[in-house]
């Protein structure tokens, strides 16, 4: 039997060696271990699908393997798809499952006890419930926290550059065709590149 660890972390800038520091003392070798920095929404991870298969490659985990994670979430934040993997896993590939902050996650010790299964299936129901529920929290808090926030004036993405004193005269002499684009740069004593920069922004801010 092979025993591989399966590591997570959101974006590439964060850090994955508190998990696999974690996970060290359980894996058969180091090459058993799976790595991610990938978000949990879906399965569309390269270390995750090599360890337990896709629609089109076979897994890494062989009948009676088992994978360990740190925490339940590094499977994924949502309730639907920490079911489905469970299930893949212990069913369709036949293999355990040991999650080491939550000992009553670990189907090693089930040995065919029905009680054991019945409770593991419960806690599993309910952390699987609480993560989805913990991550539409923070997107709730993040979509309230950008409203909140531009109300008050608070603007996102780059930042506005500044308009040279006489531009909007400038500018409405150059449509009328007036002046010409480069004299208008010359008056207003703008680069090229700073000119255009300021008609695209003042385009935009038209929209």
């Not at 894996?27 to 270390?47: Q, V, W």
């Not at 806690?123 to 419930?129: A, D, E, P, R």
């Not at 923070?138 to 409203?147: A, D, H, L």
């Amino acid at each position: 039997m092979a025993v591989f660890g399966y590591a997570r972390v959101s974006s590439n800038t964060q850090n994955l060696s508190r998990q696999i520091e974690a996970l060290k003392p359980y894996i058969t070798d180091e090459r058993y271990l799976y790595c991610d920095k990938a978000s949990g929404k879906d399965f569309n991870r390269k270390a995750w699908g090599a360890l337990v298969g896709t629609e089109t490659t076979l897994a890494a985990m062989r009948p009676g393997d088992c994978v360990v994670v740190v925490d339940l979430d590094r499977i994924s934040r949502s309730y639907n798809l920490i079911q489905q993997a469970w299930k893949h896993i212990t069913q369709t590939l036949g293999c355990d499952i040991k999650v080491i902050n939550m000992p009553l996650l670990d189907t090693t010790n089930n040995n065919g006890n029905l009680d054991k299964r019945f409770v593991a299936d419960l806690v599993l129901q309910i952390l699987s419930y609480v993560s989805e529920r913990e991550r539409l929290n923070i997107k709730s808090r993040q979509k309230q926290g950008i409203k909140l926030a531009l109300e008050r004036g608070v603007h996102f993405g780059k930042k506005a550059i500044p308009k040279p004193e006489g531009w909007d005269d400038a500018i409405t002499q150059v449509k009328s065709g007036t002046l010409t684009a480069t004299a208008a740069m010359r008056q207003l004593g703008l680069k090229r590149t700073t000119y255009y920069k300021l008609l695209r922004q003042d385009r935009q801010n038209a929209a």
